[in-house]
């Protein structure tokens, strides 16, 4: 039964805290981001008169400080860069572990697959010593190249899972007509499988870009040089133990959220049918 279908058997009078909840529900989510919107673009001197109220008076300040103070220009580039690459990289190894391990007889699958399981239990703190020492004995600490392996390598294993996942759900009956008119594996994975998984491969996408972009304890420790700093330590620095400057920190805050909520604005449509598709599977 569609949800519809639901909705119009039930009375006025049962409807109606359902929809008290999911508007309770709604403001809960949009409260904190008015806030912060309305934050960002108010003096200190404002904001400490009244937090709550509606701004006196709407300032950019807050963002002319982050730029020329803090580098978040030259982060938000770092960043960017840095996440994109792991994620297409990653998303490119992801697709054909997790196809191979969908539909053919890979041997030790099983194995593989708890072995995904098993590293995504590991927490990432435990990781941070042996993976400093190892890109420090490969000298790239200090280096992009050293945060996108870092980046690719603990989410691949949750990544290649999510997509064996979603490659199981295609009909073997479209790849054996696809193998039948002569296409090879990648024809095949290309063609047909990740055309019929794309809704699981931008969630997937869209999961990851969010875990790589607000990651902060490997950001931090392994790019130290100010030049190559990414957008979360940057911000990170805003204020001290003995300053609060709330508007300036919803400011950066806001610069942080807002690559994401593009995102998602977009990608939206395609993570509800990913999400709906794992639900039904």
Partial sequence: MSASATSATLSRRARTPIFLLLVVGVVTVLYPIVFLLTSAFRSNADYLQNPYGLPGELTFRNFVVLWNSYGVGQAVMNSLTVVLIALVVELALAILAGYALAKYDVPGA????????????????????P??????????????AGLILVYIATGLSFATFFLSLTFRGVPTELLEAARIDGAGFFRTLRSVAAPVGASGIATLAVLQFLAMWNELLFAYILLPDDDKTMLTPALAQIGGRYLSDQPLVSAGLLITAL???????????????????????
Avoid: C, D, H, W
Avoid at 116 to 127: E, G, K, N, R, T
Avoid at 134 to 140: P, T, V
């Fill in 110 to 129: 099983k194995l593989f697959r708890a072995g995904f399981v098993s590293v995504m239990l590991i927490p990432s703190q435990v990781l941070i010593i």
């Fill in 131 to 144: 993976i400093y020492l190892l890109l420090s004995r490969l000298n790239l600490v200090g280096e992009f």
């Fill in 259 to 281: 690559p994401p909520l593009l995102l998602l604005t977009f990608a939206s449509r395609y993570v509800m049918q990913g999400l709906a598709a794992g639900v039904v599977r």
